[in-house]
């Protein structure tokens, strides 16, 4: 469903170059093109100036960027990172702060990484699947298991959610954290609120945008009256989207993502607003494993951090084409040691995967009258 959009940046030092990943779903073509058009910007900048170069990127361009621009910038700029550290002969996450932890805890998804499960899971697979997940390590799961829907749906599609959701709480028992990504699905906050109310019994961790992202006053609304805990901010890029929604009150939990958010810095900044407003980060990610490494020493070194979100084993050759700094434990990644990022990226396995068109999955959603709505 992703094709991985990695980001090497060069050094006039021989040797030195660093790693970044600017993966954008169904928008390969744009991100690439747009990390083409920052490229002049930045040659001859000295790559260790990182806020700099952060603001000739956003800058420098004149327009302000959307999510195809800033996943551009967060690639280079996490690249810049990785070369800082190994500049210095230090890992990334001591640059960013320093360590506040051992270690991060992290979840998947039901099918660990298969697209199918991930989206389509129906309601009588729950339980399997997500005694799966549990029997592979794993003590927290998120599933998408709200249906495809507009402002209002039938009560047994409602009825049906809260049934399967009781049935994966009993085959996962009373210890394992669940998630429940509604995916901006119910276009109005009075549906959102009718699935919110069945969810109730089986005390999820929390439920993720129960409305579109740009509905602030409904997310708001829900958020002041819901007794599920909501999570919120995949889709918002840079501080002034994520300063919008703090005062409006819109989440619980924030989530920025490292990779469209900005970058490492950028998500630091966000990460250190929302501790000011008494709100934890848990940071999206189901991309590639340079996403996934950046999210690990931005999580080593972020207080306000709860939970990461991670989607090892996308494609079965996850493990080739990156090699890791840490041993990855379901639901635990421990702190990394090794200078900047700590990756190797194998370049001639990169080459055995090239860019394929994506499935286009959003294409399902679609009501049985031929209604777009959100996927």
């Given amino acids: 469903m992703r094709n991985w ?27 690439v093109g747009a ?19 952060y603001q000739i990127m956003t800058r420098h361009g004149f327009w302000r960027m959307g999510v195809i621009g800033m996943s551009a910038i967060s690639g280079i700029e996490i690249a810049l990172w990785d070369i800082l550290g190994k500049s210095l002969d230090t890992p990334v996450w001591r640059l960013l702060g320093g360590q506040v932890r051992d270690h991060l805890r992290t979840y998947t998804h039901l ?45 047994r599609a409602i009825d049906q959610v809260g049934e399967s959701m009781d049935a994966l709480r009993s085959a996962v028992g009373p210890d394992i954290d669940i998630m429940v990504d509604f995916h901006g699905r119910p276009a109005s906050a009075s549906l959102a609120r009718e699935f919110l109310k069945v969810l109730e019994p089986s005390r999820i961790l929390f439920a993720e945008e129960p409305v579109p992202p740009e509905n602030l006053d409904a997310l708001a609304e829900l958020t002041r009256t819901s007794p599920i805990t909501i999570a ?10 994520f300063d919008a929604a703090l005062k409006a009150g819109a989440f619980h939990i924030a989530q920025p993502d490292i990779v469209h958010a900005g970058g490492l810095w950028e998500t630091k900044k966000i ?19 340079i996403a996934g490494i950046a999210a690990l020493h931005f999580g080593i070194s972020t207080p306000n951090h709860i939970i990461q979100e ?8 996850y493990d080739s084409v990156v090699e890791w700094p840490i041993d990855k434990i379901p639901g635990r990644w421990d702190r990394p040691d090794k200078p900047g990022l700590g990756l190797e990226v194998n370049e001639k396995e990169i080459a055995d995967h090239p860019f394929r068109q994506e499935v286009l999955h959003t294409r399902n959603a679609v009501l049985a009258d031929g209604t777009v709505v959100d996927w």
């Fill in 5 to 31: 959009v990695f980001v090497r940046v060069e050094t006039d030092v021989p040797g030195l170059i660093g790693w970044g990943e600017a993966t954008l779903e169904w928008k390969t073509r744009a991100v």
């Fill in 35 to 53: 990390i083409e058009d920052i490229q002049p910007l930045l040659v001859g900048q000295d790559p260790r100036d990182i806020e700099q170069c």
């Fill in 111 to 155: 099918g660990m990484g298969n697209m199918n499960s991930v989206y389509e899971t129906g309601a009588d697979e729950l339980a399997e699947r997500g005694r799966a997940v549990v029997q592979a390590g794993y003590g927290a799961v998120k599933v998408v298991s709200i249906p495809y829907t507009h402002y209002i749906a039938p009560n």
């Fill in 232 to 241: 919120a901010g995949e889709r918002i890029v840079g501080r002034a989207g």
């Fill in 271 to 289: 990460a250190a607003m929302c501790e000011t407003a008494g709100i934890g980060v848990a940071p999206h990610n189901p991309l590639g494993p």
């Fill in 310 to 317: 991670e989607m090892v084993g996308a494609v079965p050759w």
